[in-house]
């Protein structure tokens, strides 16, 4: 079935440090493909999306390309902020159109 | 619009007593997602509902577990018996559609459900 994988957290950087967070996932098709963020004590916000293959989705300075070749969507930053602390998920959808897929998320500790 | 709204933002109860979450969507989405989430298991869908109709509860874990919709403005997740084990975040989602500009899902802030 449809899976999302995510990198292990917690992710641990310093002010202004660059951030990879990697996202990995299986289905058929060609899914459209979300990063959400959640912040301590608050639902789900989305941060980006692509909805097909080499499509960019950029946000707040954050920015994931869909790579359908190695089915991957990685989520960047090139100078992360205290502000940007919170849990990273990954997501898919499938083109019908069912819930989304997430990956388990990832903890990212920014320190100043 | 006031986006997704929950209630009660905190419930606490002991084993063995019934429990209701309640979810208002935002206006003129279609589709309403519950959602559970865990340290353990991250997060899982439980239900969704397309224009006030269940689509697939397959997520739902028992049948302790039971929503409704009865309106396009409110759906209810009850928990009856409620165990420690039910113990997590659970969130109200909903969305206009499912594939495509529509498939943006927003979220409520969820309710922290602790069960003694």
């Known amino acids: 079935g449809d899976s999302v994988t995510q990198m292990e957290g917690p992710v641990t950087l310093s002010e202004e440090a660059f951030l990879t967070i990697n996202c990995t996932y299986t289905?058929?098709?060609?899914?459209?493909l979300f990063w959400y963020v959640q912040y301590p004590g608050e639902g789900l916000q989305l941060l980006l999306k692509?909805?097909?293959?080499?499509d960019k989705g950029s946000n707040k300075g954050f920015e994931a390309t869909y790579r359908k070749e190695t089915t991957s969507f990685h989520l960047e930053k090139g100078s992360v902020q205290v502000s940007d602390s919170a849990v990273y998920f990954c997501?898919?959808?499938?083109?019908?159109?069912?819930?989304?897929?997430f990956g388990k998320g990832t903890t990212l500790s920014v320190s100043s | 619009d006031a986006g997704v709204i929950q209630s009660p933002r905190h419930e606490v109860t002991e084993m063995g007593q019934e429990v209701t979450l309640r979810c208002k969507p935002i206006?003129?989405?279609?589709?309403l997602f519950w959602y559970r989430q865990t340290m353990m298991r991250g997060l899982e869908l439980l239900i969704y509902?397309?224009?006030?109709?269940?689509?697939?509860d397959s997520g739902m874990p028992e049948d302790r577990f039971s929503a409704k919709m009865p309106n396009a403005s409110f759906s209810t997740l009850k928990i009856q018996p409620s165990e420690p084990r039910d113990s997590a975040v659970y969130f109200c989602?909903?969305?206009?559609?499912?594939?495509?500009?529509?498939?943006?899902?927003?979220f409520g802030p969820g309710t922290r459900l602790t069960v003694l």
């Open positions: 692509a909805t097909k293959a080499d």
């Open positions: 997501a898919l959808n499938r083109p019908q159109g069912t819930a989304l897929i």
């Open positions: 206006s003129g989405h279609d589709y």
């Open positions: 509902f397309n224009n006030n109709v269940p689509i697939d």
């Open positions: 289905a058929t098709g060609y899914p459209s």
């Open positions: 989602a909903s969305s206009l559609g499912t594939s495509g500009r529509a498939n943006e899902q927003f």
